[in-house]
């Protein structure tokens, strides 16, 4: 079964929790005619995963944030929008390898960069933008590893 009140948390918060946040900073942000709203995010957003969740609500979030990204260049305002998107983190602590994990500093130097250099969207850390590339190239039938049939035992 799924667990609807498990997905219904998560909505609430990386859905709702996220675009009223959002709205609020944006609205600050027109009233006072500039500004930058930067929002950690995640590469999970990029296709569906078995945490469906979690998946859509960064997809939303990447969405959302390249809708006021292109409603301040509408209203012609220097308000800079920057989606950081960060690697599968979480699941790098979870496993607890250091293969997929990166020096804070160099997770921190990158987004200070990405922000000075108003970027509209960052793949923290570098390797993650490779990552998140072949993520998209790959066909349905290799990325649902689920399709994939064991080998047989000899005999």
């Known amino acids: 079964s799924l667990p609807w009140s498990i997905d219904q948390h998560t909505i609430d918060i990386n859905v709702m929790g996220f675009a009223a946040a959002s709205q609020c900073i944006f609205k600050l942000m027109c009233e006072q005619g500039y500004g930058q709203l930067a929002a950690i995010n995640s590469i999970a957003g990029q296709r569906g995963g078995p945490n469906m969740a979690y998946h859509a609500s960064k997809a939303f979030a990447a969405n959302y944030l390249q809708g006021l990204s292109m409603h ?5 305002l220097p308000i800079t929008i920057t989606d950081i ?67 047989k035992k000899g005999g």
Not at 72 to 76: I, M, S, T
Not at 114 to 139: E, F, S
């Open 72 to 76: 301040a260049q509408r209203l012609k």
């Open 85 to 151: 998107q960060l690697g599968l983190f979480d699941k790098a602590v979870h496993l607890r390898t250091q293969l997929l994990l990166s020096p804070i500093d160099n997770v921190a130097g990158q987004i200070l960069t990405a922000l000075k250099k108003g970027k509209r969207r960052v793949y923290v850390t570098k390797r993650w933008r490779i990552v998140a590339w072949i993520n998209r190239l790959l066909p349905e039938y290799i990325y649902n590893t689920r399709h994939w049939k064991p080998k």
